[in-house]
């Protein structure tokens, strides 16, 4: 079996970059110094329609299948990692709105996430709540026809700007998802900074201090707060990162391939030194296996296969674990300049570390996958057992 690109997805897949190499390359850098991103970049990411690129056209989207919005995240995350977390969390939002949210959400939310109207971001984490994301300690109670929220979420990326959280508490111990405002009373915001990589994601505490909500702000039922609307979104989140990660080792590859190819050392070109060129090998095979894998969870989710869920867990585990790799190596063969904000190896590798601990860290993918792989024996020992016994009876 062949798994190759589509005609109209690797043209998407140019479009995507030379938009990133004239749009985005050229601030990565200050984004990444000012910890910030300028409105105006954002702005052209909406004016693609990229905000919008997993929702329908009837809701003002795009509507790409997987594929393409995979390497839509490949090429953003090759440019600018902070810029891609935005895409990430703003679609995680979007979709889960789109599948879980009710029709007056649809109608409310939809069309303004998809032309970057309304920013949307995802909190779920908590300053004692990480991987565990079942024991949320932030509460809902029901008074009237409002919510009162009280709890603080942290690490909300793009929280210092957007519009729209979705934000999970415990509502009579039950784990549920509401929309909550940026300007809705009892909600404050208080940004972070000094973050070791992505530093442009404008990270934000959410503060919750009995802030009221409408009652329409629930989305999906009580209860199906993690089960369904989180799980489902960070799912989005793990293809998107996962994506990135091959972003950033590529943009790793390249700036290596570049420097080797300028620089001299013992009178010969650094491309030249065989260990050199052994780096280089060792990138270039796990990015093309990285990618490949991504597809592979991008080919599933396109033809609704549940096997989906785990690919996806098992390229975001191997894509984040050959980014660092490879962007420690191109610090390394960079040497003395890869340490240096002058050249961009220095932030590919802060980047791709915060990539091993979002969307489910590198552990919890090892113990997820690991189950996974001791109940796939399990089940093809019982399978070989029935069809051994159907032989012997006839």
Known sequence: MKIELSFQQKDKHSTFRAFVDEEIVPHADRIDREERTPPEIIQKL????????????????????????????EEIGRGCSSLRCLLTVHSMVAHAILKWGSKFQKEHWLTKLASGDAIAAFALSEPNVGSDAKAVETTATLSGDSYILNGQKKWITYGQIADVFLVFAKWEGKPSAFLVEKNSPGLSIKPIFGM??????????????????????LVCRQGFGFSHVASSALDLGRYSVACGCVGIAQACLEACIEYTSKRKQFDVYLKEHQLIRQMITEALANIKAARLLCYQAGYLKDIGDPNSIMETSIAKYFASTIATKVANDAVQIHGGNGCSSEYPVQRYLRDAKIMEIIEGSTQIQEITIAEYGYQEYKFSQNRSSIAQELVART
Do not use: T
């Open 46 to 73: 909406a004016q693609k329609g990229y905000l919008g690129a997993i929702l329908p056209e009837d809701w003002g989207g795009i509507g790409m299948d997987a594929i393409a919005y995979g390497l839509l995240n």
């Open 196 to 217: 070791l990589g992505v530093r442009g994601s404008m990270l934000a505490e959410l503060h919750l201090n009995n802030c009221r909500i409408p009652q329409e702000n």
